[in-house]
Nanobody, 123 residues
């Protein structure tokens, strides 16, 4: 069983930056693939970025490439999402997710989810 707790969301002006953190419980964090997803009101939950167990393989949605960076610190059981050059369209609830395996980009592949953190980007 893995429990995930996100933090770092908030209100920021367009062009600003935020860093989201997702702290995981459990001793096997280093064996889990991790993902960040986001969901805006009335829309589906979409992949933002994903990372494999070692951090050596990553995936980014086209909409965030070059602006967001996913990373992980297995010693701290934490995955991060550095978000730069934020745009109003990045406004959403951001969720982290975990599951055993290599790297996944589809939401229903993940068994474990955090409660989400709100990111609001004002224009």
């Amino acid at each position: 069983q893995v429990q995930l707790v996100e933090s770092g969301g908030g209100l920021v002006q367009a062009g600003g930056s935020l860093r989201l953190s997702c702290a995981a419980s459990g001793r096997t964090f280093s064996s889990y693939a991790m993902g960040w997803f986001r969901q805006a009101p009335g829309k589906e939950r979409d992949i933002v970025a994903a990372i494999n167990w070692s951090g050596g393989n990553t995936y980014y949605a086209d909409s965030v490439k070059g602006r967001f960076t996913i990373s992980r610190d297995n010693a701290k059981n934490t995955v991060y999402l550095q978000m730069n050059s934020l745009k109003p369209e990045d406004t959403a609830v951001y969720y982290c997710a975990a599951d055993r395996g290599s790297l996944y980009v589809v939401a229903n592949t993940y068994h474990y989810w955090g409660q989400g953190t709100q990111v609001t980007v004002s224009s």
